[in-house]
Nanobody
Framework: VQLQASGGGLVQAGGSLRLSCAAS???????MRWYRQAPGKQRELVAYITDGGVTDYKDSVKGRFTVSRGNAKNTVDLQMNSLKPEDTAVYYC????????WGQGTLVTVSS
């Protein structure tokens, strides 16, 4: 499974971005996760969506971020609203199918 994340960029605090993860195969039957890694910090789980559509979020992004499946069976999106400077990080999509699969990451920078 090859994953490619896109949609990152520079945005002012309070703004929005929509990240997308495109896979080389259908992923609608997989749990998909979004992680992020800020400079000097460990990678952390931000959100996930199960094959059944159950979602969960890191506490600090609840109410601001929404993970969803795209219209195609090989995409998953992360809508990020009310962005804060502490959301600045490289964002990665991930799935596990016998082993970990990671996208290459997309940089989100939120200016204050």
């Amino acid at each position: 499974v090859q994953l490619q994340a896109s949609g990152g960029g520079l945005v002012q605090a309070g703004g929005s971005l929509r990240l997308s993860c495109a896979a080389s195969t259908r992923i609608d039957d997989m749990t998909m996760r979004w992680y992020r890694q800020a400079p000097g910090k460990q990678r952390e789980l931000v959100a996930y969506i199960t094959d059944g559509g159950v979602t969960d979020y890191k506490d600090s992004v609840k109410g601001r971020f929404t993970v969803s499946r795209g219209n195609a069976k090989n995409t998953v999106d992360l809508q990020m609203n009310s962005l804060k400077p502490e959301d600045t990080a490289v964002y990665y999509c991930h799935t596990f199918l016998a082993r970990d699969y990671w996208g290459q990451g997309t940089l989100v920078t939120v200016s204050s």
